[in-house]
């Protein structure tokens, strides 16, 4: 039976804690970087992200690497949580979802 929170959408929210720009955010990153020539620390500073994120949406093909380089790993056994990690993950998710309902916020 599943559960009542795989049917509350919060995607595409501000409450998204999977997303932490905005395309509007990330298009502004990239002309202060272009046009004010902020570093990428400061940037990363002022989004309150990691410089990470800024690399990757300054340079995509990057992330693209990025992504097939954790994709391999995966495949090696690396990076997989453990089935009770897994669940102690999804538990906390469904939680989060259902106190956001509770509270009216979605």
Partial sequence: MPYKSEKIKIEGTKLDRRRK??????????????????????????????????????????????????????????YKYTKDQWADVMRDHRRYKNKLHKDGLI
């Fill in 21 to 78: 720009l905005t395309e509007d955010q990330k298009e502004y990153i990239r002309w202060l970087r272009e046009e004010e020539g902020l570093s990428q620390r400061k940037l990363a500073a002022m989004f309150g992200v990691s410089r990470r994120l800024i690399t990757f949406i300054l340079d995509p093909e990057k992330e693209k690497r990025n992504k097939i380089r954790a994709k391999e790993l995966r495949q090696e056994g690396r």
